[in-house]
């Protein structure tokens, strides 16, 4: 039987993977612009933190899976499956930015658990540097699985080299927020390391509260 941690990160993911297949399903027999394929794949996608728990026998937490699964329902599969990338012009952009907000939160959420297993906090530009290595890394890496899909599936992802280069661009700059959020605001919580957290947002996150102004 599957861990329940396992089992609720399935059950977090159905509604998404339900309506996604709905969706294109409808638009698809009304003779609309829907890839049913690359709809599928994305459906199963959609699993990755499950199996990520399931593999490495590890709890992600909650906001992450969230933020993964609206990033591939309005990115991969609006961009994509339903065209939304080819309607409107900057939607791609946006969903770099947002990827790199995505990726940023993954790097926080490694340096978190290298920190707690290690029982010591690495010093501040360490962590830095790995949040934003970790959202630039995956920005090449997208645009490599973007070139892949237009050539094998046929999807209309990339537009030259000048929107690759963007889409890398959007996606350092969605780090460099993600970033900011964390040292001014020390959120997300869930995902932010010791080490980078200040000392008020240290004890409210210890203590599961919001620190008061003042």
Known sequence: ????????????????????????????????????????????????????????????????????LIFITLGPYAGSALNVYVAIADWDTLIHFDSGVMLAWLGMLWVRRMEERVNAEFPTWFGLAVIQLTAMAFAAAWEICEFASDNLIGTVAQGGLDDTMSDIMAGTMGGLFAIALLLILGRPRSLAPASLLRPEYRTAAAEGQRPTDG
């Open 1 to 68: 039987m599957l861990p329940q941690v396992v089992r609720r990160s399935l059950l977090l993911a159905l509604p998404f993977q339900v309506g996604a297949l709905v969706v294109a399903l409808v638009l698809y027999a009304a003779g609309l612009p829907a890839q049913v394929l690359l709809t599928v794949l994305l459906v199963v996608s959609m699993w990755a933190p499950a199996a990520a728990e399931l593999v490495f026998r590890t709890t992600l937490p909650r906001a992450l899976q969230l933020h993964y």
